[in-house]
């Protein structure tokens, strides 16, 4: 209320800030990672998500559909038998890429700085290790 009494309108609205939208966006433990894996493959089948995530098959559901409703994914549909279904980064999901290797060099270095143990497969998803064939094909068996 000002002076008068009138009720003034707030200037900031937290529901409209776009943090809070790149959070509603990303904000999952999952997200980033099916962003980045389908960046590295171009185009990407489900199962290969169940390969190289330990994530439910329910939880990975959930995600592909918010991320395809937020735009930042496609889900092309090819009408074969079995019928195939690949997932590639919309024009918007690749904009975010760029960021999203902003803050993975961010977390590394930070990582380093703290003496604290970083994921190899990570490492060489983003060009801090050589890349494994086998690492990369059977990222849970060690």
């Given amino acids: 209320m000002d002076e008068t009494g009138n009720i003034v309108p707030s200037i900031y609205s937290f529901e409209n800030d776009p943090y809070n939208y790149v959070m509603r966006v990303l904000n999952n433990k999952w997200k980033i990672f099916i962003i980045h894996g389908i960046y590295i493959d171009g185009a990407t089948r489900y199962s290969r998500f169940t390969k190289q995530l330990p994530i439910s098959d329910k939880m990975l559901t959930m995600m592909l559909k918010q991320l395809e409703s937020d735009g930042i994914i496609q889900r092309t549909i090819y009408p074969e038998v079995p019928v195939r279904v690949e997932y590639s980064l919309s024009e918007v999901g690749l904009s975010l890429i760029p960021i999203l290797h902003i803050l993975y060099d961010w977390g590394w270095k930070r990582m380093k700085e703290l003496g604290l143990e970083i994921d190899p497969l990570g490492e060489m998803w ?11 094909k059977n990222p849970y068996k060690r």
Avoid: F, L
């Avoid at 983003?126 to 990369?136: A, E, I, P, T, W």
């Fill in 126 to 136: 983003h060009g801090y290790r050589d890349m494994d064939s086998s690492v990369m």
